[in-house]
T-cell receptor
């Protein structure tokens, strides 16, 4: 079945690293995504990883994919107050452009 | 390069009315998909269009419909509005092929009274 799970809340101190975790169930996923949503705004694409990759790094962001455990994580280095937002992971199936989203993780960065 | 543009950004309707939302994809993008975001159900897939054809549809009643024009712009329509249709409606666009990148607009926030 299709299901993506995330923890609801994460609080970190400014300057620390944040790690947001996600698990998915469909092994036929082609791409996995991380989006950021600030209050009153749409979804901002942060990064994505193809399912045959294990890791992708993009500036302060590192994505790790464990296909065996169907586990995806997003690490934000040197977390800033501007990183406070809701982070969604999503999986995309086969050749479709349909995304299945997790419920989102609210990240709070304390000064 | 302009992003995904959705109009209107905010609108208020009453039960029983119908509403049309518009989405202009990023130039060169031919696939447009729509999502509904509510506090209770989260982000749910509505439908996806490519070259004016609906390729995929989510689990929503027939009151929800959409279409795509030859210039890739898309509209979605909700008829006989219910209170539960109050939501943020998000549109996403992507190029054809296996590029991976899928960009969202700012959304249309619909309130049904």
């Amino acid at each position: 079945g299709e299901d993506v799970e995330q923890s609801l809340f994460l609080s970190v101190r400014e300057g620390d690293s944040s790690v947001i975790n996600c698990t998915y169930t469909d092994s036929s996923s082609t791409y996995l995504y991380w989006y950021k949503q600030e209050p009153g705004a749409g979804l901002q694409l942060l990064t994505y990883i193809f399912s045959n990759m294990d890791m992708k790094q993009d500036q302060r962001l590192t994505v790790l994919l464990n296909k065996k455990d169907k586990h995806l994580s997003l690490r934000i280095a040197d977390t800033q107050t501007g990183d406070s937002a809701i982070y969604f992971c999503a999986e995309r199936m086969d050749s479709s452009y349909k995304l299945i989203f997790g419920s989102g993780t609210r990240l709070l960065v304390r000064p | 390069k302009a992003g995904v543009t959705q109009t209107p950004r905010y609108l208020i309707k009453t039960r029983g009315q119908q509403v049309t939302l518009s989405c202009s994809p990023i130039s060169g993008h031919r696939s447009v998909s729509w999502y509904q975001q509510t506090p209770g159900q989260g982000l749910q897939f509505l439908f996806e269009y490519f070259s004016e054809t609906q390729r995929n549809k989510g689990n929503f009643p027939g009151r929800f419909s959409g279409r795509q024009f030859s210039n890739s712009r898309s509209e979605m329509n909700v008829s006989t509005l219910e209170l539960g249709d109050s939501a943020l409606y998000l549109c996403a666009s992507t190029q054809a092929g296996n590029t991976g990148e899928l960009f969202f607009g700012e959304g249309s926030r619909l309130t049904v009274l």
